[in-house]
């Protein structure tokens, strides 16, 4: 009875995943129809289902921004553009698409000018994504562990020197992909980031609706989120400026 009991609750839920898997492949097709038709309205409530579901992609997040975009609502496309960033960072049409939404922002804000080995060490990092980063990880730790048997067991002068510096070489080359793909994780776990969701924003010196506006942000402006208390939050802007703001003005990316 009892083993009864089990096959059947292993059975339902079976089914109950098969029809969730379902329904969101056909809202993923449904969404996809509906913007191919022009219906962007449609395909955004079509994909934002999805993600209700608790299914997120690179596809699902760019076909959302992208829907979006088309339907005016900058903010939030520029939201979904950095989220399919996060998981494909080396997508170079996503970068295309993002930095059109960004063009029809109303802030120009100049950006602090960063050290060149930060950037070439940042763009670096962005040519793969956090699994290939992983993976390619995880090869130079087997052809190091290969070279130092070789190293180990050769008895060969020459081949000794082979083993000991091919070590050597793939012991860097694991540091340096191991410390891209843990960045690039940490990268994609941190809600540091947020997006400005209000038309126009009052920056403020505190976190008091009676504080002194500092400056006003609009729809689409990437910030920094510092600090948090209760309903307000500290941000900073591209170029250093900082301040305080309500939570419900921005969102996480």
């Not at 038709?37 to 449609?42: H, R, V």
């Not at 993002?98 to 040519?127: C, G, H, Y």
């Not at 860097?172 to 941190?190: E, G, H, I, K, Y």
């Amino acid at each position: 009875m009892k083993r009864t009991v089990i096959l059947t609750a292993l059975l339902l839920m079976s089914v109950v995943a098969s029809a969730t898997a379902q329904t969101s492949a056909e809202r993923w097709e449904a969404g996809n129809k509906a913007y191919i038709e022009g219906n962007y309205d449609k395909a955004i409530e079509e994909y934002t289902a999805i993600l209700d579901g608790g299914e997120y992609s690179m596809k699902l997040y760019y076909n959302l921004a992208n829907a979006y975009f088309k339907a005016g609502a900058n903010g939030k496309a520029i939201l979904y553009y950095n989220k399919a960033l996060r998981i494909a960072p080396s997508q170079e049409d996503i970068r295309h698409n993002l930095a059109l939404a960004e063009a029809q922002t109303k802030d120009r804000i100049a950006v602090i000018p960063e050290f060149f080995l930060n950037r070439w060490l940042r763009t670096m990092r962005n040519s793969m994504s956090c699994t290939a980063w992983s993976v390619l990880s995880l090869l130079m730790f087997g052809a190091m562990l290969a070279f130092g048997l070789l190293f180990l067991l050769a008895s060969q002068v020459r081949w000794r020197k082979v083993g000991f510096y091919g070590a050597l070489c793939a012991f860097v080359l694991f540091v340096a992909t191991t410390s891209f793909a843990v960045s690039s994780r940490n990268d994609m776990l941190s809600h540091s980031e947020a997006v400005v969701m209000g038309t126009a924003i009052s920056v403020k010196s505190s976190p008091d609706r009676s504080a002194t506006d500092l400056f006003v942000l609009h729809e689409g402006t990437k910030v920094e989120i510092l600090s948090e208390v209760d309903e307000w939050v500290e941000v900073v802007i591209a170029d250093g400026k900082k301040g305080w703001t309500l939570k419900s003005n921005i969102e996480t990316i």
